[in-house]
């Protein structure tokens, strides 16, 4: 019985006489069958190259007057021919019949290799030189070669550098009018693709077709071996091979065996480069169908995994696998020679690497060596500053993926790493190992001089500086020693140059760094992207976060070598360093008395000016210091004096405040 649809009476009509219609005429050169002698003439005319008709607005020329009238149409923009299905229109009534099939999913033409359908005969006639790899047009500048004409065109434009269609709302150029079409989708939101099974739009055909997978997903198949189900009789057949380890496809130019001839046939690609699935929208070229279609979703942000426990959602099935081990804990792979587990066979064989400490690339620059070319690529870019991946929503720049990964996270809020001790979340992996350190007081960087052990490994560097003293960059000006490059720079606009270039156009304020005036900003939008994962405390800058873990560390990696007291700051270490010395560099401009620190002078300036900032608001008495004043309260309030707390002041302070404000109370 015939299943096929029509949509009217004249369809039906239609198809009736081709199938009842004897076509006794064929053509010579390439077979095609005709019922009527006249429509074989005319066909031939094709053969002859017999143009008659010109086209008088592009010179275009046609065999056919029926040709050229069509013709005329893309210059008129005339479209008579109408869908009643979705309104779309057409200059042709052929290209309507042809639109039909994408509401009835009709696909008359198989291809004889693989089976696959296609709703058009053109369609059919390229797919086949996926099979023979036949690529007829070739460019006549850079000799690739192309199985499309279309393509040669499009691939002729990146000679040319030839954007010729514009976007009327945001101006931005394309080298391809279909590009812009996708490209306006995005001011008008417009998702002409729909899924018929769950309803959820598109705004690309490719993303459509991507999507549907997930609801083919019956899997009628298992395997009896390790229970792992598929939906092909032919997918079971080639997981079989993954259980007998046979490997009959070898590749003739490595020598690499593989169980698929797929599998061959892409690895192959890799020796000839070759990309043969391509973006549509952003140009991007993959060895494999289906790492195109996972890259679609960065353009739809489709993610259609979902983690069960947290929510976090991904565009693949093996991340959320992978994801999943953070809650399970599970960790299959263990090194058999240090006993090390993880999650994921690729950080095992990376951890190997450890054992091995064999760094085969080597950075030509600096002579760093690194145990794979990924890490050296990464590392290039310290000498290059390139920075690739960029925020889409704030614009700030990277070196590296992972790292932009971790930003997004500022924007999304997305915790996704949970302490199984506390039940708090994280943004990042390493934010959680470092948290549940505080759980196991885990110290695992020890210091090879002093012994001294810390929990965070730039913790135990910035402490190895204390040891070295090394401060290999220097003030040209002044001779000033840093350790660091970017404390030179900071230095030499401060002090010698005084030059503020920056300011803050809500209160004036001049910066001589972009830096200063962007953390400056936060002051004013009250922004605090860092926050303590064991208080919640919140810091503007990521400096201060680290200054603050060190009140619950108790860490304090520098320490006096005259009296061995130590600091959690190197500030507070400088300060205290000048009590040793006797070196007051604040000095009092009225009387001459010197003090270590700038706020002591600041107090102390008080006593001449008679300036008292801080007022009892229940009696209106004005006093020098706010601790006087939390003092004096406690006479309103009839409250207990607490014990005087050593901590609260260093003795040098105490000493200074007993003298200048011993009449205050």
Excluded: W
């Amino acid at each position: 019985m015939n299943s096929k649809q029509f949509f009217d009476k004249s369809q039906v009509n239609q198809h009736n006489r081709n199938l009842i219609t004897e076509k006794l005429y064929s053509c010579g050169a390439y077979g095609k069958e005709y019922s009527a002698k006249d429509d074989l003439d005319t066909h031939n005319e094709i053969h002859t190259n017999n143009k008659s008709y010109f086209c008088d607005k592009c010179d275009k020329e046609f065999s056919q007057k029926g040709y050229l009238e069509i013709h005329y149409r893309i210059h008129e923009n005339a479209k008579p021919y109408s869908c009643d299905k979705c309104s779309k229109n057409f200059s042709t009534k052929s290209n309507l019949n042809l639109h039909y099939r994408v509401h009835t999913n009709e696909k008359p033409y198989s291809c004889v290799a693989c089976g696959k359908e296609f709703s058009q005969k053109s369609s059919l006639k390229t797919h086949y030189r996926v099979h023979t790899n036949e690529k007829p047009y070739s460019c006549d500048v850079c000799s690739r070669e192309f199985s499309q004409k279309s393509t040669l065109d499009m691939h002729y434009r990146t000679h040319a550098g030839n954007k010729s269609y514009s976007c009327d709302v945001c101006n931005k150029e394309f080298s391809h009018n279909s590009t812009l079409k996708h490209h306006y989708r995005k001011h008008t939101n417009e998702r002409p693709f729909s899924c018929n099974i769950c309803s959820k739009t598109f705004t690309h055909k490719c993303a459509l077709s991507s999507h549907y997978q997930i609801h083919s997903s019956v899997k009628s198949y298992s395997c009896d071996i390790c229970l792992k189900e598929f939906t092909h009789k032919s997918s079971i057949k080639r997981h079989y091979l993954t259980h007998t380890k046979e490997k009959p496809f070898l590749c003739d130019i490595c020598g690499k065996a593989f169980s698929q001839k797929g599998s061959l046939d892409a690895h192959h690609r890799i020796h000839t480069n070759e990309k043969p699935y391509r973006c549509n929208i952003c140009g991007k070229a993959f060895t494999l169908k289906g790492n195109l279609y996972t890259h679609y979703r960065i353009h739809t942000n489709e993610k259609p995994y979902s983690c069960d426990i947290c929510g976090n959602e991904f565009t693949q099935k093996g991340k959320l696998d992978r994801h999943y081990k953070i809650h399970t804990n599970e960790k299959s792979f263990s090194c058999d020679i240090c006993g090390k587990e993880f999650t994921q066979k690729g950080k095992l064989d990376r951890h190997y690497r450890i054992h091995t400490y064999k760094k085969s690339f080597s950075c030509d620059r600096c002579g760093k060596e690194f145990t794979q070319k990924g890490k050296l690529d990464r590392h290039y870019r310290i000498h290059t500053n390139e920075k690739p991946y960029s925020c889409v929503i704030c614009g700030k720049a990277f070196s590296q993926k992972c790292n932009l990964v971790r930003h997004y996270r500022i924007h999304t809020n997305k915790k996704p790493y949970l302490c199984d001790v506390c039940g708090k979340y994280f943004s990042d992996k390493g934010c959680l190992n470092i948290h549940s350190r505080t759980h196991t007081n885990e110290r695992p960087y020890s210091c090879d001089i002093c012994g001294k052990e810390f929990s965070r490994k730039d913790t135990l560097s910035k402490h190895h500086q204390t040891h070295s003293n090394e401060k290999p960059y220097s003030c040209d000006i002044c001779c000033k020693e840093f350790t660091q490059k970017f404390n030179l720079n900071i230095h030499y606009y401060k002090t010698h140059t005084n030059e503020k270039l920056f300011s803050c156009d809500i209160c004036g304020k001049e910066f001589s760094h972009k830096g200063n005036l962007g953390m400056h900003y936060k002051i004013h939008t009250n922004e605090k992207m860092y926050s303590c994962d064991i208080c919640s405390k919140e810091f503007s800058r990521k400096g201060s976060l680290y200054k603050h873990h060190r009140t619950h560390t108790n860490e304090k990696p520098y320490s006096c070598d005259t009296c061995c007291k130590e600091f959690s700051q190197k500030f507070n270490l400088d300060r205290h360093n000048r009590i040793h010395a006797n070196y007051k560099p604040y000095s009092c401009d009225i009387c001459g008395n010197g003090f270590f620190q700038k706020g002591n002078l600041t107090l102390h300036s008080r006593i001449h000016t008679n300036e008292r900032p801080y007022s009892c608001d229940i009696c209106g008495k004005e006093f020098f210091l706010k601790s006087s004043l939390n003092k004096h309260y406690r006479i309103h309030t009839h409250e207990e004096p607490h014990s005087p707390d050593v901590q609260t002041f260093p003795c040098l302070q105490k000493m200074f405040i007993q003298k200048s404000f011993k009449y205050e109370l």
